[in-house]
């Protein structure tokens, strides 16, 4: 019953520090927003590789007619090889930072785009596709 406890104990931290992944750091920052990277929650799976993302804007955007958001929280995934872009997930805040009121929750449609050069997605591509080590599924 002991090692059956200390492994429950066991599971439950090792789990925990993945759902609440928090080592973001900063991969582009352009005149309209910075781009953070939780380094702890990247993954891959065969050609896919995702992690969490802040865009931290640095004007308002519009979420719609009423609603201006400056912060954003979402799962980017990027298919290296098909140099190919969506959100799976996305909240919107409307304070940098994740800060004050969460405005939105999800995404309507998850759309798959391919990455233009020069861009804030291409930085996030360029750094998630270098990762040597990113955890498997």
Known sequence: MKNTSLAIVWLFLFFSTQVFA??????????????????DSIIKDGEYISANEIRDYKIPMQLDKIKTYRSSLGVAEIDCKGNTHRIAFLDTFELNGLKGKRLSHGVQEPLIAQIKPNTMTADVRDFLCAQVTPRKI
């Open 22 to 39: 928090i080592n973001f750091v900063r991969v582009s920052e352009n005149a309209n927003m910075i781009v953070y990277i939780d380094v």
